[in-house]
């Protein structure tokens, strides 16, 4: 056993969006085999591609219609294998994204729902129910769905199906048997085929409260990993995980399980990483805690103390393709950007796996200014345009060349590349000394050279206040200025890497930096 999950960088490609090998604007898994020599070089260790099954793309693939397939527009089965082989090659492991909440409204079960009078075994697979109101004209109950609106939608015999997302996504029944079978099936069908594991979607949502309560409250998508709602984080949940822990185990390798779950408090999230349960489970409390000294530490603090509970380790994640990148959440310009390369490093220096989006590496922004019509994400039609959705933290990678799609793609980008990115390029990064790219690879590197980087304990240094420094082992220490003024601080140690361009280390850290500090030992280089 290595427990390799235990810290491993795990990059997140979102496939739509990475390479697109065959010229339809569109990221498939063929381009992302010809671009794994820059997961190679950025020194990740495994890689995480986001849905490419069938699927009629009404939320960007996480509607799936044939879960043992691979979409047209993203390649064929034999790609599948091609990408997993070359990226084993590589020494990349490699984990698929399942979507077991719900699937799309074309998915054959979906289909057969429908067909199907109330009643019938086949609406039992989704969750099917009468209206209230004299003549079932209205919604079962008060659920909304995550992307605005009632989470109920009719059908035209009456009846409504629940859809916690989108209508196309109707929710399916996990209290039925043949789901649970079928779904251990779909993910025999990938471990079989040899990938490393799963990242679990709404790995929180499968089992509801059974009597469907009410919730009682007017706005209920506030609560999403802050409140108990009857709908996400039921007890009952971690059974499946039990499950399918014995199903990943008795394959060979370390097969593993990430969930995508929002628990109300981090203890509850624990629960998903019991030693019997799942591997990891994403830790978006760092994504959410403000640019500050004392939330920071909070975060740390509490999310080591919950995992540490229960043997397991947590995973630092500070962007995906549903939230706003972190260079536009930390205040955007050179400020957001100074933030964001100084959190990498903070996250990099910490016990536990940490979690790349793609263009991470690169200091992307948001893309704030797409044009309506190419917008695609269902929360920007769902919300009437006032709500922008997650286009925006999706736009293709910029790889090479003056002018969009900067090597992308040889046609059209499904969605537009800025002009301004042309600085942004891994051609251009590559070649700059300071760049985001360079500071990213230099720390992946260190890390893996540290052995007091990575799974282990953290001991917190005085620092003045603003600052916030911990040690890993006797001779690494991490720091990092959240205020926005120099601060001199007297720390051991030479310069191992630090997050702005500035090169040397006199003592003083400046704000929005993070600076590692300590000695490498001729072994371990
Ligand atoms: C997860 C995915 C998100 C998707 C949703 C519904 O939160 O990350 O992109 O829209 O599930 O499947």
Same mark, same amino acid.
């Given at each position: 056993?290595?427990?390799?999950?235990?810290?491993?960088?795990?990059?997140?490609?979102?496939?739509?969006?990475?390479?697109?090998?065959?010229?339809?604007?569109?990221? $498939?898994?063929?381009?992302?085999?010809?671009?794994?020599?820059?997961?190679?070089?950025?020194?990740?260790?495994?890689?995480?591609?986001?849905?490419?099954?069938?699927?009629?793309?009404? @939320?960007?693939?996480?509607?799936?219609?044939?879960?043992?397939?691979?979409?047209?527009?993203?390649?064929?089965?034999?790609?599948?294998?091609?990408?997993?082989?070359?990226?084993?090659?590589?020494?990349?492991?490699?984990?698929?994204?399942?979507?077991?909440?719900?699937?799309?409204?074309?998915?054959?079960?979906?289909?057969?729902?429908?067909?199907?009078?109330?009643?019938?075994?086949?609406?039992?697979?989704?969750?099917?129910?009468?209206?209230?109101?004299?003549?079932?004209?209205?919604?079962?109950?008060?659920?909304?769905?995550?992307?605005?609106?009632?989470?109920?939608?009719?059908?035209?015999?009456?009846?409504?199906?629940?859809?916690?997302?989108?209508?196309?996504?109707? @929710?399916?029944?996990?209290?039925?048997?043949?789901?649970?079978?079928?779904?251990?099936?779909?993910?025999?069908?990938?471990?079989?085929?040899?990938?490393?594991?799963?990242?679990?979607?709404?790995?929180?949502?499968?089992?509801?409260?059974?009597?469907?309560?009410?919730?009682?409250?007017?706005?209920?998508?506030?609560?999403?990993?802050?409140?108990?709602?009857?709908?996400? $984080?039921?007890?009952?949940?971690?059974?499946?995980?039990?499950?399918?822990?014995?199903?990943?185990?008795?394959?060979?390798?370390?097969?593993?399980?990430?969930?995508?779950?929002?628990?109300?408090?981090?203890?509850?999230?624990?629960?998903?990483?019991?030693? @019997?349960?799942?591997?990891?489970?994403?830790?978006?409390?760092?994504?959410?805690?403000?640019? &500050?000294?004392?939330?920071?530490?909070?975060?740390?603090?509490?999310?080591?103390?919950?995992?540490?509970?229960?043997?397991?380790?947590?995973?630092?994640?500070?962007?995906?393709?549903?939230?706003?990148?972190?260079?536009?959440?930390?205040?955007?310009?050179?400020?957001?950007?100074?933030?964001?390369?100084?959190?990498?490093?903070?996250?990099?220096?910490?016990?536990?796996?940490?979690?790349?989006?793609?263009?991470?590496?690169?200091?992307?922004?948001?893309?704030?200014?797409?044009?309506?019509?190419?917008?695609? $994400?269902?929360?920007?039609?769902? &919300?009437?345009?006032?709500?922008?959705?997650?286009?925006?933290?999706?736009?293709?990678?910029?790889?090479?060349?003056?002018?969009?799609?900067?090597?992308?793609?040889?046609?059209?980008?499904?969605?537009?590349?800025?002009?301004?990115?042309?600085?942004?390029?891994?051609?251009?990064?590559?070649?700059?000394?300071? &760049?985001?790219?360079?500071?990213?690879?230099?720390?992946?590197?260190?890390?893996?050279?540290?052995?007091?980087?990575?799974?282990?304990?953290?001991?917190?240094? $005085?620092?003045?206040?603003?600052?916030?420094?911990?040690?890993?082992?006797?001779?690494?220490?991490?720091?990092?200025?959240?205020?926005?003024?120099?601060?001199?601080?007297?720390?051991?140690?030479?310069?191992?890497?630090?997050?702005?361009?500035?090169?040397?280390?006199?003592?003083?850290?400046?704000?929005?930096?993070?600076?590692?500090?300590?000695?490498?030992?001729?072994? &371990?280089?």
């Amino acid at each position: 056993m290595t427990n390799w999950w235990r810290d491993a960088v795990v990059y997140q490609v979102y496939v739509r969006s990475f390479a697109d090998g065959d010229g339809d604007g569109i990221g $498939d898994l063929a381009g992302i085999r010809e671009r794994l020599p820059h997961l190679v070089s950025l020194g990740v260790d495994a890689v995480w591609l986001t849905p490419f099954y069938p699927s009629p793309m009404a @939320d960007g693939g996480y509607d799936v219609a044939d879960y043992r397939d691979v979409d047209p527009t993203f390649g064929t089965l034999a790609d599948f294998d091609a990408l997993l082989a070359r990226a084993h090659e590589l020494g990349l492991r490699v984990l698929v994204d399942v979507v077991p909440n719900h699937t799309s409204d074309q998915h054959e079960w979906f289909a057969a729902a429908l067909a199907a009078a109330p009643g019938d075994p086949a609406r039992d697979r989704y969750l099917f129910r009468d209206g209230r109101g004299e003549r079932g004209e209205l919604p079962p109950n008060d659920w909304e769905s995550v992307f605005g609106g009632p989470a109920w939608t009719r059908v035209a015999d009456g009846q409504w199906y629940l859809h916690l997302f989108d209508p196309r996504q109707p @929710d399916l029944n996990w209290r039925n048997p043949q789901v649970r079978a079928d779904f251990r099936e779909v993910l025999a069908f990938w471990l079989d085929r040899g990938v490393d594991g799963f990242r679990i979607d709404v790995a929180h949502g499968m089992i509801k409260h059974p009597e469907l309560p009410d919730t009682g409250l007017d706005e209920q998508i506030s609560l999403l990993g802050h409140g108990e709602l009857p709908y996400f $984080d039921q007890d009952e949940v971690h059974e499946i995980y039990r499950d399918w822990r014995q199903l990943f185990d008795s394959y060979r390798g370390e097969r593993i399980g990430v969930a995508e779950a929002w628990a109300s408090t981090s203890e509850r999230l624990a629960r998903y990483v019991r030693p @019997d349960e799942l591997h990891q489970a994403f830790n978006f409390a760092l994504l959410e805690a403000p640019w &500050s000294a004392p939330d920071f530490r909070r975060v740390v603090v509490e999310s080591l103390a919950t995992t540490a509970e229960v043997g397991a380790t947590t995973t630092w994640v500070l962007g995906n393709h549903d939230v706003q990148r972190p260079v536009t959440r930390y205040g955007d310009g050179d400020l957001g950007s100074r933030r964001a390369r100084a959190a990498a490093l903070f996250s990099f220096a910490l016990p536990g796996s940490v979690y790349v989006y793609q263009g991470e590496e690169l200091g992307l922004p948001e893309v704030l200014d797409l044009p309506d019509d190419v917008r695609q $994400d269902p929360i920007w039609t769902r &919300s009437g345009g006032t709500d922008p959705g997650r286009d925006g933290c999706r736009v293709p990678m910029p790889w090479s060349g003056d002018a969009p799609p900067f090597g992308f793609s040889s046609g059209e980008s499904w969605l537009p590349l800025p002009e301004e990115w042309k600085t942004a390029t891994v051609a251009e990064q590559e070649s700059s000394g300071d &760049s985001v790219l360079r500071t990213y690879r230099d720390a992946l590197a260190l890390r893996r050279a540290i052995p007091a980087l990575g799974d282990g304990e953290l001991e917190w240094v $005085d620092t003045p206040e603003g600052v916030l420094a911990f040690r890993r082992g006797p001779d690494f220490v991490c720091a990092t200025n959240f205020g926005t003024e120099p601060v001199a601080l007297e720390l051991p140690g030479e310069l191992l890497c630090r997050s702005d361009a500035a090169t040397g280390w006199n003592g003083v850290l400046p704000g929005s930096t993070a600076v590692w500090l300590g000695k490498i030992h001729e072994e &371990s280089a």
